[in-house]
């Protein structure tokens, strides 16, 4: 689904911010990309969704050479990847039907069609009946859930998420992998970034480490307790 070679990205400014990345998520497959803050894990989320392009290597996503995107397919690719960030990005004056309904008013689906899917969509995540709220009123935790019901409402097949977890306690921390999780069981392909190292130990799942922009392999892992 997402193959990664020789993959670098130097910012205009100079900033080297990732150096020679191979890797290879398979359809279905859920994986943690983790690293200390400032090791590459949003620029590589950035490649993905084309928010930046590389400057060296390929990045393909189910099969499709990213270089060869022009500007106006990529909001048709990106239709494929459901985003969920650290911060919501939620409209706070809107209800949270209208947050988790705009990918699908922008897709130009009916209204029957968007209520439907609205409302499998906040079932999925336990917000069934908080429609007509606005996010203000919710918790950190339910902010969340709506931020990930609005990634999910139009069933992409990638999911990627960038720090999910990181306003909320371990206890909600969990919950929300779990949710992730159940998302993978359905068949969505999941790449989660994180710092969170406590909670990535308790799941079973492969992790990508970044260290400075460049992949650690099983060897340099073994030799530094942690991150270093
Ligand atoms: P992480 O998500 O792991 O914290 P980032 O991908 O945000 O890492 O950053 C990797 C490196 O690239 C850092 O040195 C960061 O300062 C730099 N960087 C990220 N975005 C930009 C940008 N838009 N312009 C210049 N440098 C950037
Ligand atoms: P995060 O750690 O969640 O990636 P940051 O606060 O590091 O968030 O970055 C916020 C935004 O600023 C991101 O879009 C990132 O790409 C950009 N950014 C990060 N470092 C730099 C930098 N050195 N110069 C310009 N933009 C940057």
Redesign the pocket.
Known sequence: MIRFEQVSKV?P?G?KALADVNFHLKRGEMAFLTGH??AG???LL?LITVIERANGGRVSINGHDIAKVTRSQVPYLRRDIGMIF?NHHLLMNKSVFDNVALPLIIEGFSIGEIRKRVAGALDMVGLYGKERHNPIMLSGGEQQRVGIARAIVNKPPLLLA??PTGNLDPKLSMDILRLFETFNDAGTTVLIATHDLGLIARMKYRTLTLKQGRVLGAEELNAQDGLG
């Open positions: 910012y400014g900033q803050s400032g894990k949003s620029t950035k650290q960038d720090e």
